[in-house]
């Protein structure tokens, strides 16, 4: 490894930064190391029970690739069982992620009793291709209102953010490259959100994506059952 790699710059020009109460965004939180380990076990997600599908939204497929751990979702519910895919019972979320989660909460809030509380038993792996987008949604379909923990790998993409009204403007844009962890909870949790476009050719050289972006999102669903 050289020693741009070990000791680079960059994050001196994308310092951590609250872009609305509850929204905090802390760029290269996670480390090549384990943006690489998560890459492989998303290989392994997307080869188990229930494959990588687009979901359907109303009459069209989301050009974003999903697959889930925990609770299954679709447009606007969740099920055990991948009902709209093959009827099988979707991965259990496994303990690191849930510690995963906790530290997440912990780092973005600065509140280790708030990421202790934090259980997320859902999450929803996104793989996004050069063409892929998500249109400005708010994440409702959770009862409880616990953060959303967000993590991004391989290509950079634009993301917006904005407010918790509708889905125009204010919003900001921002990038989350490889490693980037945002979190939005408290007074944003309900904040409209999308990608409105991934950056090909931008993700790390040792992210373990050679192209494309996965998103994991991990949530409390406050369901039971
Ligand atoms: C999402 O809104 O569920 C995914 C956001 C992202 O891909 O960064
Ligand atoms: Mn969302």
């Known amino acids: 490894m050289n020693e741009e790699a070990l000791f680079g710059n960059e994050l001196l020009h994308r310092p951590r930064r609250e872009l609305a109460p509850g929204a905090t965004w802390v760029p ?3 480390e ?6 998560l ?3 998303f290989h392994e997600w997307a080869s188990g029970p229930v494959p990588l599908r687009s979901a359907r939204v109303g009459g069209h497929r989301m050009s974003v690739k999903t697959v889930c751990l925990g609770w299954h979702w679709r447009p606007y519910a969740y099920t055990r069982d991948a009902v709209d ?3 099988n019972r979707v991965l259990e979320v496994p303990d690191w992620m849930v510690r995963l989660g906790r530290m997440a909460v912990s780092e973005a809030t600065g509140d280790p009793a708030a990421g202790a509380a934090y259980t997320p038993d859902t999450a929803l792996v996104n793989y996004y291709d050069d063409a892929a987008h998500m249109g400005m949604h708010q994440d409702r379909d959770e009862r409880s209102r616990a953060p959303v923990v967000s993590l991004s790998i391989g290509d950079t993409c634009r993301f917006r953010f904005g407010n918790t009204e509708h889905r125009n403007r204010p919003y900001e844009d921002i990038e989350l490259a490889s490693g980037d962890l945002f979190v939005f909870g408290g007074a944003a949790r309900l904040a ?3 990608v409105t476009q991934v950056l090909p050719g931008t993700a790390p050289a040792g992210c373990g994506l050679g192209s494309g972006r996965i998103n994991i999102t991990l949530r ?3 369901l039971s059952g």
Request: glycine share 20%.
């Open 192 to 194: 409209y959100h999308g």
């Open 220 to 222: 409390e669903t406050g």
């Open 85 to 87: 895919v093959n009827g």
């Open 32 to 37: 090549a190391h384990q943006q690489r380990w």
């Open 39 to 41: 890459v492989d076990r």
């Open 28 to 30: 290269g939180w996670l």
